[in-house]
């Protein structure tokens, strides 16, 4: 599925995904031992990382504790903003629909992701929340980035998940 939007947006380039990704893919081994393995990365406009979340879920008992949502809450501290308008969030899957409801909100300019995910997904996989009439700004949206090894990593981690039970 192409999510590409055409919007005027200078974001990350195409040979700056895949750098990124592969770094979200060498993260997401070690948070894949005690959780869901998905990483998300908050890239300024000068193509720093200002913002880095891993799911916490299990860790902290915390319904909330989102790849995006962390990385959110660091960027915004470090940025001392909430609007990310010149920003990108690159994660392994499709944010869900809670995440793309905040990515939404906190007004990011470029969603960057690995694998789809169609029983959650909140930029196409079920729904997608950057075309809904509350969007209140243009969102670019690339889905597809290293896929198969984003894809990978979520099956090896749910197979092991099942057989430890």
């Not at 869901?36 to 890239?43: G, S, V």
């Amino acid at each position: 599925m192409n999510h590409d939007i055409k919007v005027q947006y200078k974001g990350i380039n195409n040979l700056d995904y895949i750098k990124w990704m592969k770094s979200i893919l060498r993260r997401s081994e070690e948070v894949g031992k005690a959780e869901l393995p998905i990483t998300a990365f908050i890239i300024d406009d000068k193509g720093r990382c200002i913002g880095r979340g891993s799911n916490k879920r299990e860790t902290n008992n915390d319904p909330l504790g989102h790849a995006e949502l962390i990385a959110l809450r660091q960027a915004a501290w470090i940025k001392n903003d909430w609007r990310f308008n010149e920003c990108s969030i690159i994660v392994n899957l499709e944010p869900c629909t809670m995440c793309a409801a905040a990515l939404v909100q906190a007004r990011i300019g470029e969603v960057i992701f690995g694998a789809e995910d169609d029983k959650r997904g909140g930029f196409g996989g079920t729904i997608d929340l950057s075309k809904h009439k509350s969007a209140h700004h243009k969102m670019h949206i690339k889905g597809g980035i290293l896929d198969k090894e984003c894809k990978s990593k979520i099956k090896i981690w749910f197979k092991k998940l099942r057989n430890q039970k």
